[in-house]
């Protein structure tokens, strides 16, 4: 498949260029974390997991203001400005509905815009979401990380690779340790950092009142599955998935799954056993429907006993608080960065 290139101006001015591929119902991505149209897609898994999704619909996604081949001087950063980029762009693609997808620091944005215009939103789709950055780690370390970007841009790229990516061949992880670096600028980086861990949606998420269907790997250190689970408690009618793997990025690991689940969602069929979350009783189950037999951590033994409320999202997080400290994702990149410095 063949991508095309365009521009829109915001009403202030600024370029944001995005990307279009594929043909029929529009999809759109929120703007992520960093992001280049052209090395992007120059990237084998990137492309795969595009043109597996492009195969069903026309995907547009963009590179937010400040990065990538958009302009480069970026407003203030906060939600509104974001949800602002992902309104001038879906505007310009589609008059329609359209479904959208919300990937990691994507998803506050994703969630505050379908609040804001639900007849513009057919079906969403959150991936690593969480609803408040505040919640990713503790502000000391939100501080550390945020500088070693802005104070070393090399090594701070190469350690949130081998964070985002932890089983990348060494080819692919220097690929999108060089690519971003070439989507902004240190102090842009950094700043983008500071944006992600201070979006908030969750003054927005009760107004959600559509299909909704929510995607964490369990092994994720960046935003941990606990933060997806939250999301999907909070969404009336939303479904939620916990994949194996532990990379933060959607494509790559397994992507298989993930585009299964996606595309069987936006396709309206269900897409698991159980396709429907009641508020009562949330089902959480394996990627293909089935619940596994057995004690232990098995999906059937965590459903059951998150129906009667004696093991539940909110008290697993309660026992994990003694040794989030050891393994939270500020603490991996750190870690990463001494052994490297």
Known sequence: MKQSISQVSTATGERIAYAEVGDGPPLVLAAWWTSHLERDWDDPEFRSFIESLAARHRVVRYDRVGVGLSSRTRRPLDLETEVGFLSTVIGTIADDPIDLVGISCGAPTSIRYTAAFPARVRKLVLIASYLDGADITDEATRHAIIELVRANWGLGSRTLTSVFRPGASAAAARYYTESQRHTATADTAADLLGLTFDLDATPYVDD???????????????????????????????????????????????????????????????????????????????????????????????????????????????????????RSPAHCLLRLAGARA
């Open 208 to 326: 959600l009142d559509l299909p909704v269907l929510v995607v964490h790997r369990r092994g994720d250190h960046v935003v941990e599955t606990h933060l997806g689970e939250e999301v999907a408690r909070r969404v009336k009618g939303a479904e939620f998935h916990r994949l194996d793997g532990d990379a933060h990025i959607p494509w790559g690991e397994d992507s298989g799954s993930m585009l299964k689940l996606i595309n069987r969602f936006l396709d309206g069929g269900p897409t698991t056993v159980e396709a429907q979350r009641h508020l009562a009783a949330i089902s959480w189950l394996t990627f293909d429907g089935t619940r596994s037999s057995g004690g232990g951590d098995s999906s059937a033994h965590r459903a059951l006993k998150e129906v009667d409320g004696r093991d539940t999202p909110r008290s697993r997080q309660r026992g994990r608080q003694a040794d989030r400290g050891r």
